[in-house]
């Protein structure tokens, strides 16, 4: 079992930049392909990037493609989300996930994950 906590949203303005990250308790974090998604108001919930258990494939939304960067340190059962350039349409509560799928295809869909932060806000203005 993992439980993820998110930390580092904030307040940025357009063309900055801004780090989550997501602590998992739990020894079975290595195990575990882990995913952000987010969400704005009124909005679905929406993928982001997935990485998998190893750390050596990484996945992304087009939106962030080039933008955003996601990585883990199994050792500190951490995964971040690295974002730069970041737009207005980025504003949204960021949640970290985890999954046991290991196929990349399959880790932008929600329902591939049985383990949910709480969320941290990140607002982007203009």
């Known amino acids: 079992q993992v439980k993820p906590v998110e930390s580092g949203g904030g307040l940025v303005q357009a063309g900055g930049s801004l780090s989550v990250s997501c602590a998992a308790s739990g020894r079975t974090f290595s195990n575990y392909a882990m995913g952000w998604f987010r969400q704005a108001p009124g909005k679905e919930r929406q993928f982001v990037a997935a990485i998998k258990s190893t750390g050596n494939n990484t996945y992304y939304a087009d939106s962030v493609k080039g933008r955003f960067t996601i990585s883990r340190d199994n050792a500190k059962n951490t995964v971040y989300l690295q974002m730069n350039s970041l737009k207005p349409e980025d504003t949204a509560v960021y949640y970290c996930?985890?999954?046991?799928?290991?196929?990349?295809?399959?880790?932008?869909?929600?329902?591939?994950?049985?383990?949910w932060g709480q969320g941290t806000q990140v607002t982007v203005s203009s």
């Open positions: 996930a985890a999954s046991p799928t290991q196929l990349l295809w399959l880790l932008k869909f929600p329902t591939r994950y049985d383990y």
